[in-house]
T-cell receptor, first 114, second 113 residues
Framework: DVKVTQSSRYLVKRTGEKVFLECVQD?????MFWYRQDPGLGLRLIYF???????EKGDIPEGYSVSREKKERFSLILESASTNQTSMYLC?????????????FGPGTRLLVL | AQKVTQAQTEISVVEKEDVTLDCVYE???????LFWYKQPPSGELVFLIR??????QNEISGRYSWNFQKSTSSFNFTITASQVVDSAVYFC??????????FGKGTSLLVTP
């Protein structure tokens, strides 16, 4: 079974703090993704990575950055957290063999920025 | 542009009823994939099914079935004899040749005893 884990289920931070959300997958997947989920807006792609050290912007990258130093780990960074970044953050991974593969999701991190 | 519409925001049924969740998609591509995911209250999105645009065969998996109709650009999901454990938010998603998934806004299903 594919296993995608996220470092925290719940996180509370203050405005202006630097926030790291970590995601690890254990299936040697090439692709990893960060989404945020908000009521009424569904899931929106923030960033994805198709290889180590490679990244691509998604639909809403503003205010976020990412890091992929190792294949199994994909970090989402909020350089200076703001209240409008309060959301549910979901990480996903997919195999990536030159054609689209199913994305498997982690349990999510509910972030509250005060 | 590609788009996924789940017109039903919330559905409430009584246990053992059958329920169909609608999904309509828009794309000009001839090659695409469609997915359904389930998100229970715990928050994790659970993959249910993936279907490519060249395979219009309907699929059944236990109490779950999916009806894919390219003529109406729909990929509907039916739960037969619903159970309380089916209560969740269900997302339909569309993928093209790239990496990203386009999700619908989800349908919240509540099954009451």
């Amino acid at each position: 079974d594919v296993k995608v884990t996220q470092s925290s289920r719940y996180l509370v931070k203050r405005t202006g703090e630097k926030v790291f959300l970590e995601c690890v997958q254990d299936m040697d997947h090439e692709n990893m993704f960060w989404y945020r989920q908000d009521p009424g807006l569904g899931l929106r792609l923030i960033y994805f990575s198709y290889d180590v050290k490679m990244k691509e912007k998604g639909d809403i990258p503003e205010g976020y950055s990412v890091s992929r130093e190792k294949k199994e780990r994909f970090s989402l960074i909020l350089e200076s957290a703001s209240t409008n970044q309060t959301s549910m953050y979901l990480c996903a991974s997919s195999l990536g063999t030159g054609r689209l593969e199913t994305q498997y999701f982690g349990p999510g991190t509910r972030l509250l920025v005060l | 542009a590609q788009k996924v519409t789940q017109a039903q925001t919330e559905i409430s049924v009584v246990e053992k009823e059958d329920v169909t969740l609608d999904c309509v998609y828009e794309t000009r591509d001839t090659t695409y994939y469609l997915f359904w995911y389930k998100q229970p209250p715990s928050g994790e999105l659970v993959f249910l099914i993936r279907r490519n645009s060249f395979d219009e065969q309907n699929e059944i998996s236990g109490r779950y079935s999916w009806n894919f109709q390219k003529s109406t650009s729909s990929f509907n999901f039916t739960i037969t004899a619903s159970q309380v454990v089916d209560s969740a938010v269900y997302f339909c998603a569309l993928a093209l040749s790239g990496y990203a998934l386009n999700f619908g806004k989800g349908t919240s299903l509540l099954v009451t005893p």
